[in-house]
């Protein structure tokens, strides 16, 4: 089976701008994560989709937004970019987002905001 | 309070040497799930190995095992042998159990670096 995949890989933007990444799930896998990865704030939430409904959410501002269509590829938004918004943007994956499912990340998005 | 928490920022092992990577969880669930993930320097998270809370023995899976300590909330990871290729960020998680979404919660992580 592929794995999670994301794109783009790497990506620059300037501030004020909206940003939009992509996250493919492993083939069957209902759940998709969303996380933030800052050297400063460790690895955070940001949300959880699953069969296209959003099922929770970390604690973060409007500005971050996702979606996830109903093939369960999933897609996050990040509308007025700050500089604090340059982080590595990681997706996961399982089937049912429960226990005893584990999640399989993707290689992630790494974001630069100038 | 900290769902997981690694208290070691930083290990160094030597090669072929056995090394524990701590991690202590809190939680009031009954059922739940502990991951450890491996982060190289590349930035991709790595699956290691998964423990029940309802899983009697300890997991392992190859050169990693899981050290389970459901009185003492813990669960560290023990490499044994370890490799120049196992230097990296280790991350302990948790998961509470239902189906409601719940989120994986992670530690800081702890820094690995295999000395030759």
């Known amino acids: 089976k592929a794995g999670v995949t994301q794109t783009p890989r790497y990506l620059i933007k300037t501030r004020g701008q909206q940003v939009t990444l992509s996250c493919s799930p492993i083939s069957g896998h209902r759940s998709v994560s969303w996380y933030q990865q800052t050297p400063g704030q460790g690895l955070q939430f940001l949300f959880e989709?699953?069969?296209?409904?959003?099922?929770n959410k970390g604690n973060f501002p409007g500005r971050f937004s996702g979606r996830q269509f109903s093939n369960s590829r999933s897609e996050m938004n990040v509308s007025t970019l700050e500089l604090g918004d340059s982080a590595l943007y990681l997706c996961?994956?399982?089937?049912?987002?429960?226990?005893?499912?584990?999640?399989?990340f993707g290689p992630g998005t790494r974001l630069t905001v100038l | 309070a900290q769902k997981i928490t690694q208290t070691q920022p930083g290990m160094f092992v030597q090669e072929k040497e056995a090394v524990t990577l701590d991690c202590t969880y809190d939680?009031?669930?009954?059922?739940?799930?502990l991951f450890w993930y491996k982060q190289p320097s590349s930035g991709e998270m790595i699956f290691l190995i998964y423990q029940g809370s309802y899983d009697e023995q300890n997991a392992t899976e190859g050169r990693y095992s899981l050290n389970f300590q459901k009185a003492r909330k813990s669960a560290n990871l023990v490499i044994s042998a370890s490799q120049l290729g196992d230097s990296a960020m280790y991350f302990c998680a948790m998961r509470e159990g239902g189906y409601t979404g719940n989120q994986f919660y992670f530690g800081t992580g702890t820094s690995l670096t295999v000395i030759p």
């Open positions: 939680t009031s669930d009954q059922s739940y799930g």
């Open positions: 996961a994956s399982s089937p049912r987002g429960a226990i005893p499912d584990t999640q399989y």
């Open positions: 989709y699953f069969s296209e409904t959003q099922r």
